[in-house]
């Protein structure tokens, strides 16, 4: 398969963990976005990269928030302490500069 | 503040009509406009657009890009009971690197 993945597809946590996602881009796609998703909403933006660089953050992103990828393939978003307004779909897609970007399947977090 | 509004929010069709989805954005350093469609998973590329007036086609959808009123149409002719989905509007611009910036999409229920 040889497009976006994103590992794990669905995750439960309780509220107060600490949870890390993983997305493996298209291999020769040097952006990589995160977009929060919920019901009945479009996706909000959260962070992306350009290779390894971090060039944008949301304000949505609190300090909770953390996304890195560190030799410019893979990357990770990493919530601490979970509440449950983190509960949503997150996703990952990538792209080469300005053109369309490709989405993975999601993770899907439910903070109980 | 870079934004992309869509309309309508939702839209109940039966099979057969045609329907016209609109996105219209204000965005800085705007780059391109960008169709998905989203089921129940991760939103699936449909069109992008670059240059007015030049209309993008495959199938029965169809989309065109007006850059000097700064919207978006879509078009879906002959509806079919699987056009129901999230149809998402996104614009490649703003920030100082270039964003890919989401609205809310609209919701099609198309009818048997």
């Known amino acids: 398969d040889t497009g976006v993945s994103q590992d794990p597809r669905h995750k439960i946590t309780k509220r107060g963990q600490n949870v890390t996602f993983r997305c493996d881009p298209i291999?020769?796609?040097?952006?990589l976005y995160w977009y929060r998703q919920t019901l009945g909403q479009g996706p909000e933006f959260l962070t992306y990269?350009?290779?390894?660089?971090?060039?944008?953050k949301s304000r949505l992103l609190s300090d909770r928030f953390s996304a890195e990828r560190p030799k410019g393939s893979f990357s990770t978003l990493e919530i601490q302490r979970t509440e449950q307004g983190d509960s949503a779909m997150y996703l990952c897609a990538s792209s080469l500069v300005i053109t369309e970007a490709f989405f993975g399947q999601g993770t899907r977090l439910t903070v109980v | 503040e870079d934004k992309v509004v869509q309309s309508p929010l939702s839209l109940v069709v039966h099979e057969g009509d045609t329907v016209t989805l609109n996105c219209s954005y204000e965005v800085t350093n705007f780059r391109s406009l960008l169709w998905y469609k989203q089921e129940k998973k991760a939103p699936t590329f449909l069109f992008m657009l670059?240059?007015?007036?030049i209309e993008k086609k495959s199938g029965r959808l169809s989309s065109i890009l007006d850059k000097k009123e700064l919207f978006s149409i879509l078009n879906i002719t002959a509806t079919q009971t699987g056009d129901s989905a999230i149809y998402l509007c996104a614009v490649v611009g703003g920030g100082s690197q270039g964003n890919l910036i989401f609205g809310k999409g609209t919701k099609l229920s198309v009818k048997p």
């Open positions: 670059t240059s007015s007036g």
């Open positions: 291999s020769e796609h040097n952006r």
């Open positions: 990269f350009q290779n390894e660089a971090q060039l944008e």
